[in-house]
């Protein structure tokens, strides 16, 4: 996962037409996986963590994202509609850089997509930012020919989603296909 | 309520690599009882625990209430808990006093109260039921005093139980503290104790039982406690002052809803009600002038119901929370408040019409593995179109530093980024709760909401009893547990506490978590330094989440620690601490 000399992703990408080259960051961390003896966490800080999956767009690349409750007085950060508040950091440690795009850009988007929210452009450090208020939502990057844009044009190389979505349906469950759901 | 036709056949294999086997639709467990009337399970006998009523009630179970649309699991169908029930009741209700509204009481220094814990005739929604009061009122009075004075409480039990009054928040002598076989020998029905509260800090405290709180206290015994500073200008100017207690509880078709009479029924997520209360009685309303502001004192008693309180709009500015002000006043549009958490907070109603004040949620339909919006309205408050009488409106918009509050903070700066001393997990276990319900629980483990805000599994709920459920502080190092833990300090040396919640366990929830009889700080959240420090003594801690909390141990003697959802402390969630007297004078005090 970490790099130790090659140059920074993000930002503004050099044009490499035709071969794949990966880059990696230096310098930051993988997911933190401690645990205590029996398998709980034990964490000093304990964020979300979900790492990136690639896409046959670009294979080869990884990441992660950070979710923490944003800050709030009362300790925790909802809306007031009581939808939580995130503080999102989205980390891109490789990509295979084969495409004339140049800028990497996050994404949030509802499971729909019916809305979505520019993070912004992955820097230097391969580090982008961000809040989200959403429940559940899809976390993505593109490659972009600029940070600005409003929609993403780009082809997705990297995505997650946030921990809700993996939320079962119990509908599926089998004790409950007798009551005729399912085939 | 919709349920699904009973099983009554072989479940369908594996789902998701887990194999639910015919032994869910086996007869229960020992845990678990089957169309029992609940009045066979043994008495329990655990010291200082577990206080058994006399007397009361012996319902048979009965389904608990269900929201419209959630189904429930066709092998739950029919079980009941391992518990006998419990409602109280009394040989005459006629006899009984109607609960009247709380008074108003204000004390100085020295002054005393009598403080009688009773039955009485309880109206809500136009139903009466036999509940618990303290003098007869709902809540209990609400007290006035002066900060740094001292009333004198001489409490009597008339309840078919033990009891005890807890000081929620104040740091007081530990002999008066409350807590039974702790502090003090519970105080038996008919018998009296007398306690001294010494109250050092100005701010919104509450009491309540301390014996069987799942009990006692949601039938209605709580009060509050208004510490009064002595300075003009503490607080900003307001028009008006509201004192609130937010609180549920849980009706059915029948009326209360059983209580476990040998331990806490509703172990896994405590006992949620399906109807809201404002100082006890739903539809709170409040008439003001256009233009005024309003200082709420809130305190959230319910026994595990975390609110996200809205005020239609209004602006609400976070002025104080647990033990007195925040070094910063901030803006918020929604205030979260956990059980026995209190905040203090100004809101200003700028133009006539009505501002509804509701709780509003993202509820989680496990059925559906989705989110939905559930709003309660709890109240309104209506606005007259006439401008208030004094305009306050420049006050209000301005957000104040506390300067008194952030140099009183300042001799701990230095303690901020000591080592941790102690550290603390948050976990559970099952022992004897029904296999389909454990196999289920085990499924839905790759998302675990940070909060439940309400009972999305009543029926599981349900049969989750102080006997098959054990709510654990956990001490990582030393493998402790609860009672076990052993942990000293000393008089005026701060000390550097970390909890985390953990996310891997069969059913994590969040917990507020209270320290008796000292105040700390929350130094930070995830990692995250908190830049508005107010002291506290409850915080709430989000599955998956980590504290640090900078504690100030000024009070000598042996204390609680515990979660304050009332059925996770009678699920054994609590510890004692001892603070050592300082040997000279304290450095803080």
Same mark, same amino acid.
């Given at each position: 996962m970490n790099g130790a000399s090659n140059p920074p992703v993000g930002g503004t990408l050099a044009l490499l037409g035709g071969a794949a080259l990966v880059l990696s960051t230096a310098g930051f961390g993988g997911p933190n996986s401690a645990s205590g003896p029996d398998g709980a966490a034990v964490c000093e800080a304990a964020p979300h963590r979900v790492d990136l999956e690639s896409t046959g767009n670009a294979p080869g690349a990884s990441g992660w994202m950070d979710l923490r409750f944003g800050n709030a007085p009362h300790g925790v950060a909802v809306t007031e509609d009581g939808s939580y508040r995130y503080e999102i950091s989205v980390h891109v440690t490789s990509v295979p850089r084969n495409r004339g795009e140049s800028t990497l850009v996050a994404w949030a988007a509802t499971p729909n997509l019916d809305r979505h929210l520019n993070l912004g452009a992955v820097?230097?450090?391969?580090?982008?930012?961000?809040?989200?208020?959403?429940?559940?939502?899809?976390?993505?990057?593109?490659?972009?020919?600029?940070?600005?844009?409003?929609?993403?044009?780009?082809?997705?190389? !990297?995505?997650?989603?946030?921990?809700?979505?993996? !939320? +079962?349906?119990?509908?599926?469950?089998?004790?409950?296909?007798?009551?005729?759901?399912?085939? | 309520?919709?349920?699904?036709?009973?099983?009554?056949?072989?479940?369908?294999?594996?789902?998701?690599?887990?194999?639910?086997?015919?032994?869910?639709?086996?007869?229960?467990?020992?845990?678990?009882q089957e169309g029992a009337d609940g009045a066979s399970a043994a008495p329990d006998s655990t010291p200082g625990m577990m206080a058994e009523p006399r007397g009361g009630r012996s319902p048979a179970w009965r389904m608990p209430p269900m929201p419209a649309g959630m189904p429930m699991l066709p092998p739950l169908k029919g079980m009941t808990p391992d518990l006998g029930s419990f409602l109280p009741s009394a040989d005459d209700p006629e006899s009984l006093p109607d609960a009247r509204y709380r008074e108003v009481r204000r004390l100085s220094d020295g002054d005393t109260l009598s403080l009688e814990a009773m039955k009485v005739r309880r109206t809500i929604e136009g139903r009466t039921f036999t509940m618990y009061g303290f003098n007869g009122q709902y809540p209990g009075p609400l007290v006035e005093a002066p900060e740094?004075?001292?009333?004198?409480?001489?409490?009597?039990?008339?309840?078919? !139980?033990?009891?005890?009054? +807890?000081?929620?928040?104040?740091?007081?002598?530990?002999?008066?503290?409350?807590?039974?076989?702790?502090?003090?020998?519970?105080?038996?029905?008919?018998?009296?104790?007398?306690?001294?509260? +010494?109250?050092?800090?100005?701010?919104?405290?509450?009491?309540?039982?301390?014996?069987?709180?799942?009990?006692?206290?949601?039938?209605?015994?709580?009060?509050?406690?208004?510490?009064?500073?002595?300075?003009?200008?503490?607080?900003?100017?307001?028009?008006?002052?509201?004192?609130?207690?937010?609180?549920?509880?849980?009706?059915?078709?029948?009326?209360?809803?059983?209580?476990?009479?040998?331990?806490?029924?509703?172990?896994? !997520?405590?006992?949620?009600?399906?109807?809201?209360?404002?100082?006890?009685?739903?539809?709170?309303? =409040?008439?003001?002038?256009?233009?005024?502001?309003?200082?709420f004192f809130l305190t959230n008693v319910s026994a595990t119901r975390t609110f996200n309180l809205h005020l239609g709009g209004a602006r609400m500015k976070v002025v104080g929370a647990d033990i007195g002000k925040f070094e910063r006043e901030e803006w918020t549009k929604s205030l979260v408040i956990a059980p026995a958490q209190r905040y203090i907070v100004e809101a200003r109603f700028p133009d006539a019409g009505t501002y509804a004040f509701t709780n509003r949620v993202q509820a989680i339909d496990h059925f559906a593995g989705e989110f939905y919006r559930q709003v309660d309205t709890l109240g309104t408050v209506s606005v007259r179109d006439r401008a208030a009488e004094e305009d306050h409106s420049e006050e209000f918009e301005t957000l104040r530093s506390n300067e008194d509050v952030?140099?009183?903070?300042?001799?701990?700066?230095?303690?901020?980024?000591?080592?941790?001393? +102690?550290?603390?997990?948050?976990?559970?276990?099952?022992?004897? =709760?029904?296999?389909?319900?454990?196999?289920?629980m085990q499924m839905d483990t790759l998302f675990r909401p940070p909060v439940e805000w309400n009972d999305v599994m009543p029926m599981m709920n349900y049969l989750s009893t102080g006997r098959n459920v054990t709510w654990i502080l956990r001490e990582p190092e030393t493998g402790r547990e609860n009672m076990e833990i052993d942990w000293t300090f000393r008089q005026g040396e701060v000390s550097k506490i970390q909890i985390h919640n953990a996310r891997r366990s069969l059913h994590p929830m969040q917990h507020p978590i209270h320290l008796h009889g000292q105040r700390f700080l929350v130094l930070s959240r995830d990692g995250e330094r908190n830049g508005n420090l107010v002291w506290k003594d409850t915080v709430l801690i989000p599955v998956g989440s980590t504290v640090t909390l900078l504690l100030d141990p000024s009070n000598p003697g042996d204390w609680l620690l515990h979660c304050h959802i009332s059925e996770h402390l009678e699920a054994g969630m609590k510890t004692v601490f001892t603070v050592e007297p300082s040997p000279g004078d304290s450095m803080r005090h």
């Open positions: 820097g230097d450090d391969g580090v982008v930012e961000g809040e989200v208020s959403w429940n559940k939502f899809l976390v993505f990057v593109t490659a972009e020919s600029s940070a600005s844009v409003e929609t993403w044009q780009g082809p997705v190389l !990297m995505k997650a989603t946030s921990p809700s979505g993996n !939320m +079962h349906t119990m509908a599926g469950h089998g004790i409950f296909q007798q009551h005729g759901i399912g085939c | 309520m919709t349920e699904l036709s009973s099983p009554g056949r072989a479940l369908p294999g594996i789902l998701l690599g887990l194999s639910l086997t015919l032994a869910a639709l086996a007869p229960p467990p020992a845990g678990a740094d004075g001292t009333i004198v409480v001489e409490f009597t039990n008339e309840l078919d !139980m033990p009891s005890t009054v +807890h000081w929620h928040g104040v740091r007081l002598d530990n002999r008066f503290d409350g807590v039974p076989d702790v502090t003090q020998e519970p105080v038996a029905p008919g018998e009296s104790f007398t306690y001294h509260v +010494h109250l050092p800090d100005p701010g919104i405290y509450w009491y309540h039982p301390h014996v069987r709180s799942d009990i006692q206290q949601d039938l209605g015994l709580y009060g509050n406690l208004n510490v009064r500073p002595p300075e003009q200008g503490y607080y900003n100017p307001v028009n008006r002052e509201e004192v609130l207690i937010l609180d549920d509880i849980l009706l059915d078709g029948k009326g209360l809803f059983p209580y476990g009479r040998e331990r806490a029924l509703n172990a896994l !997520m405590g006992r949620f009600g399906n109807v809201f209360l404002v100082n006890g009685e739903p539809g709170y309303e =409040l008439t003001v002038d256009r233009g005024e502001v309003v200082r952030s140099d009183g903070i300042a001799p701990y700066r230095e303690h901020f980024d000591d080592p941790v001393d +102690h550290r603390l997990e948050l976990t559970v276990r099952q022992d004897g =709760l029904p296999q389909a319900m454990v196999a289920v």
